[in-house]
C-alpha cells in the first residue's frame, strides 16, 4: 500500500493586498494625534536593545513605512548599512527623501515580507516596528526573516496585541454581516508561532496604554488617516450606511467617562528572537505584562510602567 504523505495546505489570506498598499498609501505619516504614540513604540523597542551585544553589517527594516524607525537605527549602528523593506512603493519614496544623501549606506527596496526579494542569511539584525499586523500570512513572514537572517542573527519586533481597540471592536460587533475589525495577534499565540519557525530564545512582553479621544467620529477619522480603515478579503464591499455608523456610535458612547471623552485601548507586544546556531539550544520565556496608565484626549503622555502579573 502506497504510503500517504501529509500536504501542507495554503492559508487564505486574510487581507486584500491592493486595498491595503492604497490605504497606506494614501495615509503616508498617518494622523498626527498618534505620532507620539508610534515614537514610543519605536522607542520601546530600541530600548530593548540596550544590554544586548551586537554590532550588525547589514540590518534590515521590515515594512519600514516612511523610514522613521530606520533613520534612528542607522543613527545607532553608523557602521552598518541599513535596508528598508516595503511594499507600498509610495511610502519607501518618502523615506528615501529624508534618509541622508550623501555618503548614505541606506537603501530602499521594495518587497513583501511574505517573499523577501534578499538572498539567505544576508542579515544581521531586523527590526519590525507596527508592521506585522498587515503580514498576510505571518507565518510565511517569520519564515522569509529566519531564512535572511545569518545564524546568531536578530529579529526585534513590535506589533500590536489583541486587546487593540477591544472597546471599537465591540460597538462594531452587532451580530450579523461580515468582520468589521482588523484581527490582532495573542502575544502568547506570536511568541509560539517564532518558536515553531525556529527561532530560539524566544521572549515577549507586552506594554498596555489607555488613551482617551473626544468621539467616536475623531477615532474614525483618526483610523482611517493612518490606515486603518477595513482591508479585510471578506469585508462588506460599498458604502456602509449611516444608520450602521450610529448604531456603533451609540453602543460606544456607553463607555464615556465622567469627563466626557472615550476610551481606546492600545496593546504593544514586543518580541526578539535569534537565528539559531549548532551549539546553542533555544529557549522561551514570556515577561510580565506592563500595565501603562496613559490619558489623553488630543495627545499622549508617557507615563512611568507599573508590572502586573500575566493573566
Known amino acids: 500500500m502506497a504510503e500517504r504523505q501529509s500536504v501542507r495546505r495554503p492559508i487564505p489570506p486574510t487581507f486584500d493586498r491592493v486595498a491595503v498598499r492604497r490605504l497606506f498609501a494614501r495615509a503616508g505619516d498617518g494622523d498626527p494625534a498618534i505620532e507620539s504614540v508610534m515614537r514610543d513604540a519605536h522607542d520601546s523597542l ?15 527594516d521590515l515594512g519600514a513605512g516612511t523610514g522613521a524607525l530606520a533613520r534612528r537605527v542607522a543613527r545607532r549602528f553608523r557602521d552598518a548599512e541599513v535596508l528598508s523593506v516595503d511594499s507600498v512603493p509610495v511610502l519607501l519614496h518618502r523615506a528615501r527623501t529624508r534618509a541622508p544623501r550623501w555618503f548614505s549606506r541606506h537603501r530602499h527596496v521594495v518587497g513583501d515580507a511574505e517573499r523577501l526579494p534578499l538572498a539567505p542569511h544576508s542579515m544581521d539584525l531586523i527590526v519590525s516596528s507596527m508592521a506585522m499586523p498587515w503580514f498576510d500570512p505571518v507565518d510565511d513572514a517569520l519564515a ?73 467620529w475623531p477615532l474614525c477619522r483618526i483610523l482611517s488617516r493612518s490606515g486603518g480603515s477595513g482591508a479585510l478579503r471578506a469585508r462588506r464591499r460599498g458604502l456602509t450606511a449611516v444608520e ?17 471623552a472615550l476610551p481606546v485601548s492600545v496593546e504593544f507586544v514586543f518580541g526578539h528572537a535569534w537565528a539559531p546556531e549548532r551549539d546553542r539550544p533555544g529557549v522561551s520565556a514570556v515577561l510580565p505584562r506592563m500595565d501603562w496608565s496613559v490619558e489623553s484626549v488630543s495627545g499622549v503622555r508617557s507615563a512611568k510602567p507599573k508590572s502586573t502579573p500575566n493573566q
Open 244 to 260: 450602521t455608523f450610529r448604531a456603533a456610535e451609540v453602543r460606544y458612547r456607553t463607555r464615556r467617562s465622567a469627563d466626557g
Open 46 to 60: 530600541l530600548d530593548r536593545l540596550e544590554g544586548i551585544r551586537l554590532a550588525p553589517r547589514r540590518i534590515l
Open 144 to 216: 522569509e526573516c529566519l531564512r535572511t537572517l545569518r545564524p546568531g542573527g536578530l529579529l526585534l519586533l513590535s506589533t500590536l496585541g489583541s486587546g487593540t481597540l477591544k472597546e471599537l471592536a465591540e460597538a462594531w460587533s452587532s451580530g450579523d454581516g461580515p468582520p468589521r475589525m482588523h484581527p490582532f495577534a495573542d502575544m502568547h499565540v506570536l511568541g509560539d508561532a517564532l518558536v515553531h519557525a525556529g527561532f530560539a530564545d524566544v521572549v515577549m512582553d507586552m506594554q498596555r496604554i489607555r488613551l482617551k479621544v473626544s468621539g467616536f
